[in-house]
């Protein structure tokens, strides 16, 4: 099954590829617990993310995961350290988003940590 991400509480689906240099792309898939968010138990996908990210701290994928899984748990100030670690990594990705876009690890990762504060600062203006 193609890995997936989930982009903060957008839920969009991703799937990973690495394009190196003048060489043709190769599709990586991997596990990234894109199900157990879906399926609504973030706490089985944080388990299974910070497993993966102990042998891969920097994989954009596991941490932009982690952080929808945060988000998704009401827990933004973890899911804010996560997406802003997946902005921060040496790794990038180039990644195909459900629509069929594609997108830089980066720019997925900093899209759903606007879309956190965003949806955070919608939440403070409802109180």
Known sequence: ???TLVLAALAAAAQLT?????????IEQREVAYEQIAAGHPDDAIRALEAS?????????LLINLGAAYA???DAARAA?????????DTR???ELADGSWTDSRQAAR???????????????QD
């Open 93 to 95: 990705y180039e990644l």
């Open 81 to 89: 350290m996560a997406f802003q670690a997946a902005i921060d990594s």
């Open 18 to 26: 690495s394009t190196p240099g003048a060489e043709p792309s190769t």
């Open 53 to 61: 990210l102990a042998s891969d701290p920097d994989d954009p994928a």
């Open 111 to 125: 899209r759903a940590l606007e879309t956190l504060r965003n949806s955070a600062q919608f939440a403070a203006l």
């Open 72 to 74: 998704r748990k009401g």
């Open 1 to 3: 099954m193609p890995a």
